[in-house]
């Protein structure tokens, strides 16, 4: 017995050494670490494991007819990693290789079934299990496979004598190395998934930096500003090119091939117009697959990445390679990643429109004006929820197109008191979204408060409140927004928070006209609404935070 473990255990050594180094394969890990697997992508794990099998039935060792083996392996491996359908197709390949080689042999029948049955437990593992207990799961399921199988021997093999020889000598052995390799095996594979969630997490972070270093050009949109985003991206990603077209043409392509993808020029490739008509990401691994009709292009590989605003395709980012068959899920991964963060920043700026926006972004100095720093926190919270929650990145989408369109669009005229805080509400929410539950918002409006006001009059106060009151004091706190009706038709406006209370200081100069050119935001309030009504802002420095109110009544258009 202490022999045949030997001899499994020296079996088990050039399995795990094989499946390591089969691991480490470019093509294996590019198959491994995909989000989804498709149908040919189950049929070649289905055949990887199973030949593991097979492997496992070659190296076992001859003991009274029957072969002393570590097949399960593979098989139930295979199965716990990659579900049902590989699970049991390797069980069969292993399974009928293990009958065929050995037609009428003592042990040929069990082993065979047994070899299926593992595949079959296995898939059921998949199911049941979690990343992390997968290879204990993997271990227990070894050592009951292996009780499975003597018990089959026993009732199947014939003479019992025979039957009883052969499970007592390989029992122990075949139990302890294929459990053990079992649990050594998904251990292997899943370090590629661990090695997948590390490169996600680069990605995520080189998206971030590429967020960063783009915002500028987004913000003030010119006839060359697409064309530096492509070469930031070019270069941060290591590509030889980088594109971004519209629905119908090239906007900007900077690297390799720009002497004949030249801006301006319409869509031709049908890749393109797959994926503008489709709305989904391809890859593309080959000159014939890019179709380039320039027979002299360089380009070998590309992904071609949507780029949407909300549900509607607005155009595309291409990303190219000049060696054939370049794409690794890296580059799928960050290729997403970046076609996400370009769509949020176009649907702010709107590309078309964007230096109409920038000059409306020139609000007089009596409006409160659009943070630049405000809207860095925004997309870099929005960045960090599209790959984890991406319903609430489109939430936050939104929320962030209302206020900078509300910011950019109001002009003198006044605007219905309920389009005003909507406005608030909007930027409370990506407010929360970066601060989660250390912001309680509480909202006390009357129903059918027909009037309008000034633009921008709530917002500032605000947002005074948050940044000012509550998170320079001990980071968390209540803001209360109260509108209700009052005597001689005019509507109270209330914020109150619980921070740390504004200065007697501040109160002054915001009463004197004496604020720094930094902290103008209540005192261009308070001077906006003493301009139009006669009477300005009552701040009121509470013993735990401060009360700011106002009134204001129908100004009519």
């Known amino acids: 017995m202490i022999e045949l473990l030997k001899s499994l255990t020296n079996n088990l050594g050039y399995i795990i ?24 992508d189950l049929i070649i794990f289905s055949i990887i494991f199973g030949g593991f099998g097979v492997l496992g039935t070659y190296t076992g060792t001859e003991i009274n007819g029957a072969i002393a083996n570590t097949r399960i392996i593979g098989v139930m491996a295979g199965g716990i990693l990659c579900g049902p359908y590989v699970g049991i197709l390797a069980g069969i390949i292993a399974g009928m290789h293990r009958l065929l080689i050995d037609i009428g042999g003592i042990t040929s029948v069990p082993c065979t079934i047994t070899t299926v049955i593992s595949g079959i437990v296995a898939g059921v593992i998949y199911i049941k299990s979690n990343q992390k207990n997968k290879w204990l799961y993997g271990l227990i399921g070894g050592l009951l496979i292996e009780i499975l199988e003597m018990v089959l021997i026993l009732i199947m093999s ?3 004598n025979s039957a009883l020889s052969i499970v007592k000598n390989i029992y122990f052995p075949m ?52 064309e530096k985003i492509c ?5 941060s990603i290591h590509a030889d090119a980088v594109a971004i077209t519209n629905m119908e043409y090239i906007l900007a392509h900077v690297g390799e091939g720009a002497d004949h993808h030249i801006k301006g020029h319409k869509i ?5 117009q797959k994926v503008i008509k489709e709305g989904n990401l391809l ?13 002299s292009c360089n380009l070998k590989s590309a992904i071609i990445a949507p780029l949407k605003e909300g549900e509607v395709m ?23 990643g970046l076609s996400q963060i370009i769509s949020t920043q176009l649907e702010i700026s709107k590309l078309g429109e964007a230096k109409l926006m920038a000059k409306k972004a020139e609000i007089k100095a009596l409006q409160a004006q659009i943070s630049p720093h405000f809207l860095f926190n925004a997309l870099n919270t929005i960045i960090s929820f599209i790959r ?37 509400k909007a930027y409370i929410e990506i407010e929360k979204a970066r601060f989660g539950e250390k912001l309680n918002i509480i909202y006390k409006v009357d129903d059918n408060l027909d009037v309008k006001i000034p633009s921008l009059i709530i917002q500032p106060i605000v947002e005074n409140s948050i940044k000012h009151g509550i998170l320079e004091g001990k980071g968390q706190g209540k803001v209360i927004i109260e509108i209700k009706k009052v005597p001689l038709g005019d509507v109270m406006i209330v914020i109150e928070d619980d921070g740390v209370g504004i200065s007697n200081d501040i109160i002054e100069k915001v009463y004197k006209g004496t604020m720094e050119e930094n902290k103008i935001g209540i005192s261009n309030v308070h001077n906006r609404l003493k301009y139009i009504y006669g009477e300005g802002l009552k701040i009121e420095r509470l013993v735990k935070g401060t009360r700011i109110n106002f009134n204001v009544r129908n100004i009519g258009e």
């Not at 499946?19 to 995909?34: D, N, P, T």
């Not at 890859?283 to 027979?295: F, K, M, R, S, Y």
């Open 388 to 424: 984890f929650d991406p319903d609430r990145a489109r939430e936050l989408i939104i929320n962030l197109s209302t206020y900078l369109r509300y910011n950019l669009e109001v002009g003198e005229k006044p605007v219905d008191i309920y389009h005003e805080l909507e406005q608030v």
């Open 268 to 272: 031709i490739t049908k890749a393109t």
């Open 17 to 40: 050494l094989i499946a390591f180094c089969v691991s480490r394969m470019g093509s294996f890990k590019k198959i491994v670490q995909k989000d989804k697997f498709r149908v040919r």
């Open 314 to 336: 607005i155009g595309t980012l291409k990303i190219y390679y000049c060696k054939e068959d370049a794409i690794s899920f890296r580059n799928i991964n960050l290729a997403l």
């Open 175 to 226: 139990s302890f190395t294929n459990a053990i390799g079992i649990a050594i095996l998904i251990l292997i594979i899943q370090k590629i998934l661990s090695e997948k969630e590390e490169i996600a997490a680069k990605q995520a972070q080189i998206a971030l930096e590429i967020a960063n270093k783009t915002l500028p050009y987004f913000r003030e949109m010119d006839e060359h500003s697409l």
């Open 231 to 235: 070469g930031i991206i070019k270069e």
């Open 283 to 295: 890859t593309l691994t080959n000159a014939e697959q890019i179709d380039c009709h320039n027979l």
């Open 158 to 160: 014939h003479p019992f």
